[in-house]
């Protein structure tokens, strides 16, 4: 759905049209009965990766088995995947689309698209395939109030937070300066300084919005002089020259200048706990510990960052060390057992039945049963003989320690991060979408097939299915997953 407005009408979502000096309607109240809907305290511990719908959740988070066996819904059909609808991104064209452009200008790009979408910070998905992912270059875009209903295209907590804040903050400034102009700023942030002292683990953020020709800022000085007007400023032809020149140049801009409410509250702050900065050359992740911020940063370009406060994600061995060591993973007898029991499970397709087949495999193999069975079985025994759990861990393979870790906080941030160390087909589906993507675009055909065959088998609860990935699927590899019986139906 497109909002096609020009000074001095705008249309809004709900059909009426508003002019200019008549009601100012902002979006604040929408987005508050709106959540009032969508709050369900079921969801809080969903998580969304790059712009993908999907719900993920730890294995074996409740100890009492039945309660585990009955709280999750189990895929009846293996072969439908559940899409998602497409995003509701903002069309924007016409005299939006140019305003965009001057902004896009001013950044360092430019487009000749006349036509485009954008979400909730301006990032446009068909600007991204002709310029890059990263061509906002920590910039907020935001060319009309509807944008703070809209969702992220790709998952940002820092950039949505503070548009959070824009749209809560500044409602009429936007309504006034977007009919006319694009308002734009970049992130800001004190990540150098956290890098480099470790002194408060938190991250703080700012932003100041302003219009290519800097109208917000000239427009509250030019209202600043006329409030603080003296006598012996009236009597000064030059400086009453100089204001009414000013006032006179931006009355052409903004005809009904008295009514833009300029924000007195820029810089916009706000302070997060755990944060992820993606660029052209890295992604780096922080992590919150008690006294201590963790940073891990996964490279583009293959080349290593030489500082000693940043863990190489490319290592996956000192990557689940410092997680282990800072409190967010968990590795113990108890983990390993209940993963165990769920792995024999899956094949035998009870939880007792899986109980009962351990206990009669202490010296005998099944060829029925995976190897993974008996490398679990014998991690659990060596820890149930008091092998000390730090140094045990240490020593196991990086691909056998995701596999029985627990991740006790930030789940969709760790497990994130672990699949892009310790890459497989299905961490990659269920937190690392573009991964996946990357991979699946680049495997041959029977790969593609193989890749399908796991993801569809080793989903096994519906929890875990990634809409977007399944989205994507459906659009540029249909062909070869109706080769596979694979079925997609839209969720709702």
């Given at each position: 759905m497109g909002y096609n407005r020009g000074p001095p009408k705008r249309s809004r979502p709900d059909g009426k049209v508003y002019g200019q000096g008549g009601n100012s309607l902002t979006t604040s109240l929408f987005k508050k009965q709106n959540k009032k809907v969508t709050d369900n305290p079921q969801d809080s511990n969903s998580q969304v990766s790059d712009g993908e719908s999907r719900l993920t959740t730890s294995l074996f988070k409740k100890q009492n088995k039945q309660l585990w066996k009955n709280s999750r819904i189990v895929r009846e059909n293996k072969k439908e995947l559940p899409t998602k609808k497409e995003d509701n991104f903002l069309k924007v064209d016409g005299s939006l689309a140019e305003n965009y452009k001057k902004v896009l200008e001013k950044i360092g790009y430019k487009t000749e698209l006349k036509e485009f979408t954008i979400d909730k910070v301006g990032f446009s998905p068909e600007i991204a395939n002709e310029l890059g992912q990263h061509y906002l270059k920590n910039h907020i875009i935001i060319v009309a109030p509807e944008q703070e209903l809209l969702p992220m295209a790709n998952q940002d907590s820092v950039s949505e937070g503070l548009a959070d804040q824009i749209f809560e903050t500044t409602p009429s400034l936007l309504e006034e300066i977007t009919l006319r102009e694009g308002l734009f700023g970049k992130v800001e942030s004190n990540v150098v300084k956290l890098l480099l002292a470790q002194s408060t683990p938190k991250l703080a953020v700012q932003i100041t919005l302003d219009t290519t020709q800097q109208s917000v800022k000239r427009?509250?000085?030019?209202?600043?002089?006329?409030?603080?007007?003296?006598?012996?400023?009236?009597?000064?032809?030059?400086?009453?020259?100089?204001?009414?020149?000013?006032?006179?140049?931006?009355?052409?801009?903004?005809p009904n200048l008295e009514n833009v409410e300029i924000c007195e509250d820029f810089p916009i702050k706000n302070v997060v706990d755990n944060f992820k900065f993606s660029t052209e050359e890295a992604d780096v992740y922080c992590l919150k510990g008690k006294d201590k911020v963790l940073f891990t940063y996964f490279q583009?370009?293959?080349?290593?960052?030489?500082?000693?406060?940043?863990?190489?994600?490319?290592?996956?061995?000192?990557?689940?060390?410092?997680?282990?060591?800072?409190?967010?993973?968990?590795?113990?007898?108890?983990?390993?057992?209940?993963?165990?029991?769920?792995?024999?499970?899956?094949?035998?397709?009870?939880?007792?039945?899986?109980?009962?087949?351990?206990?009669?495999?202490?010296?005998?193999k099944s060829e029925k049963l995976p190897k993974s069975v008996y490398q679990y079985k014998k991690v659990v025994e060596d820890l149930e003989k008091g092998a000390n759990q730090k140094d045990y861990f240490a020593k196991l393979p990086a691909q056998l320690k995701v596999e029985l870790i627990n991740v006790v906080s930030n789940e969709g941030m760790v497990y994130e991060m672990l699949s892009k160390s310790c890459p497989n087909t299905l961490m990659m589906y269920l937190h690392n979408p573009s991964g996946?993507?990357?991979?699946?675009?680049?495997?041959?055909?029977?790969?593609?097939?193989?890749?399908?065959?796991?993801?569809?088998?080793?989903?096994?609860?519906?929890?875990?299915?990634?809409?977007?990935?399944?989205s994507w699927l459906e659009k540029n590899y249909s062909e070869i997953c109706s080769k596979k019986g694979i079925k997609f139906l839209e969720y709702s």
């Open positions: 427009i509250r000085e030019a209202k600043k002089k006329i409030q603080k007007l003296n006598n012996k400023e009236l009597l000064n032809d030059n400086y009453l020259t100089e204001i009414v020149s000013e006032v006179n140049e931006l009355l052409k801009i903004y583009k370009n293959g080349q290593t960052i030489s500082n000693p406060m940043l863990i190489n994600g490319a290592k996956p061995d000192e990557l689940l060390k410092a997680l282990y060591d800072y409190g967010y993973i968990d590795f113990n007898a108890h983990i390993v057992r209940n993963k165990l029991l769920e792995l024999v499970s899956d094949r035998v397709g009870d939880l007792q039945d899986a109980e009962n087949i351990l206990e009669c495999l202490a010296n005998e996946f993507k990357e991979a699946f675009s680049k495997a041959t055909n029977k790969e593609k097939e193989d890749m399908l065959e796991e993801i569809t088998e080793r989903t096994k609860f519906e929890d875990q299915l990634n809409l977007g990935v399944n």
